[in-house]
């Protein structure tokens, strides 16, 4: 129990944008539709994954602070 | 390190933009359209794609385009976007632009006209050369305010006649300038007699794109010839000064952040 409380990752959760086609992934959402659970980090995100849209590189996104717009999330939970 | 507010700018030539010849052949066929003879070259003022050796963007923009389909039938194959805030200003040609907002739509685009697409939540397009005559475009993608806003199309003409020797507006704001979701102003020049002109840009943080199209423009005491252009933020005011022959120069206005000091250069 100790350990975990140790282990816990309390950095923020992050955004990301494709940058081929603007296709966002946010750790705190994950993709539950392309078998990548919510709270999955990026770099937890295999290195060979590819944006689902358009087949860009994880090196081909960025970081991105940008807040949804109303209902974004739920949309974005369903990409 | 300085501030988004402190004088910044860079020169990018024409011939050090990223340079993409893409023809329509292979794998490459699904995405190009027009196979098998047409081909796209792209001329990118920021990384994109297999370019990524130059600058990342500036301020908010993310693409900056200079790109010609050749041949029949040549373009980009329906394909999706999100989020980004995608316009595009046709110089020559015809652009037959298939988009899925708000039920679909077919359009045809000409010198002078312009569109702005933000595809938000989620969208498809398809853009297509079908007249055989080279299309030239350029295209400027932009980061959104907000993700998954509901996808939106508007499309505008600039008539180089009547909106000579005058900086018009044409995404912002404006008057009769199409809007767009962020802090963007795209506006444009046409003067064939030379003379003197001052962008304005909205603060201190705002910066500008200056991007010469055709002709001759010193501006900030830079020569910018033909597809030259320079980056300015933190003034007050952006003097230039056009050749005596025709001159078309394009003014991106974005707001910047001090992550741009970090990545924007």
Redesign the interface.
């Known amino acids: 129990m100790a350990l975990d409380q140790a282990d816990a990752d309390l950095r923020p959760l992050k955004?990301l944008?494709?940058?081929?086609?603007?296709?966002?992934y946010d750790e705190a959402l994950g993709l539950p539709n392309h078998g990548i659970a919510p709270g999955t980090r990026w770099e937890d995100v295999p290195e060979d994954w590819v944006c689902p849209?358009?087949g860009t590189r994880k090196s081909?996104f960025?970081m991105?602070e940008?807040?949804?717009?109303p209902?974004?999330?739920e949309?974005?939970q369903r990409? | 390190m300085p501030g988004p507010s402190a004088p910044h700018s860079f020169v990018l030539r024409a011939g050090e933009r990223g340079h993409d010849f893409i023809r329509s052949d292979g794998t490459r066929a699904s995405y190009i359209a027009g196979h098998p003879d047409a081909f796209i070259t792209r001329e990118s003022s920021f990384?994109?794609?297999e370019y990524q050796s130059g600058r990342?963007g500036f301020g908010s923009m993310?693409v900056f385009g200079d790109e010609v389909f050749h041949g029949v039938g040549c373009g980009y194959n329906m394909?999706?976007?999100?989020?980004?805030l995608i316009c595009a200003l046709i110089l020559e040609g015809e652009l037959t632009h298939i988009n899925t907002v708000g039920g679909g739509m077919v359009d045809r685009l000409r010198p002078g006209d312009y569109y702005v697409f933000s595809?938000?939540?989620?969208g498809k397009h398809c853009e297509l050369g079908i007249t055989g005559e080279d299309t030239s475009i350029i295209y400027v993608w932009f980061?959104?305010?907000?993700?998954?806003?509901?996808p939106t199309y508007f499309r505008g003409h600039f008539d180089g006649r009547t909106g000579r020797h005058d900086i018009v507006q044409l995404i912002g704001e404006a008057d009769g300038a199409l809007p767009i979701p962020n802090d963007i102003r795209i506006s444009r020049l046409i003067s064939d007699a030379g003379g003197k002109y001052t962008y304005k840009p909205r603060s201190l943080s705002h910066g500008t794109y200056v991007f010469v199209l055709d002709g001759d423009l010193r501006c900030a005491d830079t020569v910018l010839r033909r597809r030259d252009s320079t980056g300015i933020s933190g003034v007050e005011g952006i003097d230039c000064q056009a050749a005596a022959d025709a001159t078309d120069v394009l003014f991106v206005e974005v707001a910047m952040t001090m992550r741009d000091d970090v990545v924007g250069r």
């Open positions: 955004r944008m494709c940058l081929g086609c603007g296709f966002s849209d358009c081909g960025e991105v940008i807040g949804y717009a209902g974004g999330a949309l974005a990409a | 990384n994109f794609h990342p993310r394909h999706p976007h999100h989020n980004f595809a938000g939540s989620g980061l959104p305010a907000e993700l998954y806003l509901p």
